[in-house]
């Protein structure tokens, strides 16, 4: 499989092309400066692009299997500012009609998943303010998708409340739209351990046009 991950070189895009070049599939990654940063991956080329950009999205796509977009709502740590998830959702969805892409994966967040019936995660009592602009973002990306997206096998993935480096194990837990926890009430799940669960989405579609979250 031919994949084209927008934000290769970030903390959950770096793990999902290891993932996949491990599993023998070929990855090309999709930065804003390439000239600035070093491929995490002798394997993985990186190319100059802008995921909010429909005309590069769907340059870059062009003969690929899948697009899947990790890119983050915060400013790049080289200087560059936060994209809009939502404006790259648009020039996802667009960029992938035009190349003739059906498949999209995209990195979501956790805030939107539910935390009791009709209450998400970022509406809940002592949801971090430094957060909320990240999960609006987020927010606003998945509702694109939702109401834009009909013809695309679209995929949104949305972490456990927290996620960071640890063990890839290959064990996950899935869920549709609940916030999942552990028998001690912790939420998380590892960059590595989510880009099993993504790659194994690709490789094994089980929600086309749907969100789904994974955690231990």
């Known amino acids: 499989m031919k994949i084209v991950l927008f934000g290769a070189t970030g903390n959950i895009g770096r793990r999902i092309a290891k993932e996949a070049l491990d599993r023998g599939h070929e990855v090309v990654g999709v930065v804003r400066d390439p000239d600035k940063v070093e491929s995490p991956d002798r394997r993985l080329p990186l190319l100059k692009g802008d995921a909010t950009s429909a005309r590069d999205v769907a340059r870059l ?37 035009e190349a003739g892409v059906k498949r999209v994966l995209v990195v979501g967040g956790a805030g939107t998943l539910e935390v009791a019936p009709g209450v998400r995660l970022m509406d809940a009592p002592g949801f971090p303010a430094a957060y909320r602009g990240e999960a609006q973002e987020g927010a606003e990306s998945l509702a694109v998708f939702r109401s834009e997206a009909a013809g695309l096998d679209w995929t949104f993935l949305s972490p456990a409340a927290e996620i960071a480096p640890g063990e890839r194990t290959g064990r996950y837990r899935t869920t549709a739209d609940t916030l999942l926890a552990d028998a001690q009430g912790k939420s998380f799940i590892s960059f590595e351990d989510y880009a099993v669960a993504l790659v194994d989405e690709l490789e094994r579609p089980r929600h086309q046009g749907l969100r789904f979250g994974v955690a231990y």
């Open 61 to 97: 796509a062009r003969g690929a299997d899948a697009l899947v977009s990790a890119i983050s709502p915060r400013p790049n740590p080289r200087g560059l500012a936060a994209p809009s998830l939502s404006g790259a959702a648009r020039a996802l969805v667009a960029g992938a009609r």
